[in-house]
Structure formats: structure tokens, C-alpha cells
T-cell receptor
Framework: SAVISQKPSRDICQRGTSLTIQCQVD?????MFWYRQQPGQSLTLIAT?????????ESGFVIDKFPISRPNLTFSTLTVSNLSPEDSSIYLC???????????FGEGSWLTVV | GENVEQHPSTLSVQEGDSAVIKCTYS??????FPWYKQELGKRPQLIID?????GEKKDQRIAVTLNKTAKHFSLHITETQPEDSAVYFC???????????FGTGTRLQVTL
């Protein structure tokens, strides 16, 4: 399985600011994704991070709020912009292995907005 | 898109008993069904998965069954132990996009 590192692991941010989360994979992967898990809830896909092009966002998520970069096959960033308390969640990077649909998750980034 | 329903939302069993969690999906094109275990404060961990060309898969105390006709799949944990206590999520993928749709989760509590 791929080793997926995320940072920061935790952060407390002021409302109105932005937080950028980094995701680093130890091998080249075709597919990278960003998920959100609100407190006590299930996981929801934010977007697919496309290498060298704009991310593909799911319904309810927009680029202005969640800009994503993916400069190469092992790295991606998610920015959560103009933070409000409702953005307090776990943000998870995930990857699909090249030879199947097996999906693995990074350790997650716990965000609290105050 | 895909819709995944999961039941029950909470499940309490005594140590040594079996636990069963059930999920249904809506899109008959779905072809991959993973199960994740999430302990408090940790990320979801893949514990078992099944593909649409297989009806059952087992890994020690954990098994997953898939009924494509009825569009449902289930997680079976036998001889439960306190360390099995966690939230379990089922999920489904369809097509080649590798995008997961998750169920709402089941909080499993194994009591002594």
C-alpha cells in the first residue's frame, strides 16, 4: 500500500483566514482525492486532484472555497479559504493504487476554526 | 450518482459474539466495495474489500458478502473483541473514476 503523509495533522485557525493542507505520497499514483469528514459524520468527497490541470469538484464544493493543486504524481495541496466554524472538520487525502481501485487514506488533518 | 445506505447506525455486542453490518447501493454499475474501520481520532483504515465478480471474501475473523442482484453487501465480524470497537464505514465505487461513496457509518461497541 502507498504511504500517505499529510500536514498539518492538526490546526486551530481564526475565522476569515485560510489553511493549506499538504499531501505527499511515497510513490506515483494516478488518482488523488480530498475528502471532508465533519464531526460525527461520514466522509464526503470534495474533489479529484488532477495532475497538471484544474481539480474536478463534487456538487456543493467550489474552487474559490477549496482551491487544490497537484503539480506532480506524488503531491497535492488543499486550501480551505475564508474559514468559518462550519469548516471545522477532518480533511483527508486519499489515493487509488495504480493497479486497482483500492483506496487508501492519509492520516488526516484536524481543523478547528475559532 | 451512487447512493449507499448503511444499517444499523449503532451496534452493541458482547465480546465473543458476532456482528453484522449491512449496506445497500443504488447503482448496478458499482464494482468495488471496501470497508473501513475508524477508531477515535484516527483515519479510516481499509479492513477488507470485495469486487463485483466475487460473492464472498474472508480474512480471519472478518468476512464480506456481496449480493449483486439485490445490490447489498455485508460485513461480518466473528468472535468480537473489545479492540473491534470503532466506527465502520462501507463504501462503493463505480466506473474507473475511483471515487468512493460512503455509507453513514456504524458505531460498534463490544462490551465485556
Amino acid at each position: 500500500s502507498a504511504v500517505i503523509s499529510q500536514k498539518p495533522s492538526r490546526d486551530i485557525c481564526q475565522r476569515g483566514t485560510s489553511l493549506t493542507i499538504q499531501c505527499q505520497v511515497d510513490s506515483q499514483v494516478t488518482m488523488m482525492f480530498w475528502y471532508r469528514q465533519q464531526p460525527g459524520q461520514s466522509l464526503t468527497l470534495i474533489a479529484t486532484a488532477n495532475q497538471g490541470s484544474e481539480a474536478t469538484y463534487e456538487s456543493g464544493f467550489v474552487i474559490d472555497k477549496f482551491p487544490i493543486s497537484r503539480p506532480n504524481l506524488t503531491f497535492s495541496t488543499l486550501t480551505v479559504s475564508n474559514l468559518s466554524p462550519e469548516d471545522s472538520s477532518i480533511y483527508l487525502c486519499s489515493v487509488a493504487t495504480q493497479f486497482g481501485n483500492t483506496i487508501y487514506f492519509g492520516e488526516g488533518s484536524w481543523l478547528t476554526v475559532v | 450518482g451512487e447512493n449507499v445506505e448503511q444499517h444499523p447506525s449503532t451496534l452493541s455486542v458482547q465480546e465473543g459474539d458476532s456482528a453484522v453490518i449491512k449496506c445497500t447501493y443504488s447503482d448496478s454499475a458499482s464494482n468495488y466495495f471496501p470497508w473501513y474501520k475508524q477508531e477515535l481520532g484516527k483515519r479510516p483504515q481499509l479492513i477488507i474489500d470485495i469486487r463485483s465478480n466475487v460473492g464472498e471474501k474472508k480474512d480471519q475473523r472478518i468476512a464480506v458478502t456481496l449480493n449483486k442482484t439485490a445490490k447489498h453487501f455485508s460485513l461480518h465480524i466473528t468472535e468480537t473483541q473489545p479492540e473491534d470497537s470503532a466506527v465502520y464505514f462501507c463504501a462503493a465505487i463505480y466506473g474507473t473514476a475511483s471515487k468512493l461513496t460512503f455509507g453513514t457509518g456504524t458505531r460498534l461497541q463490544v462490551t465485556l
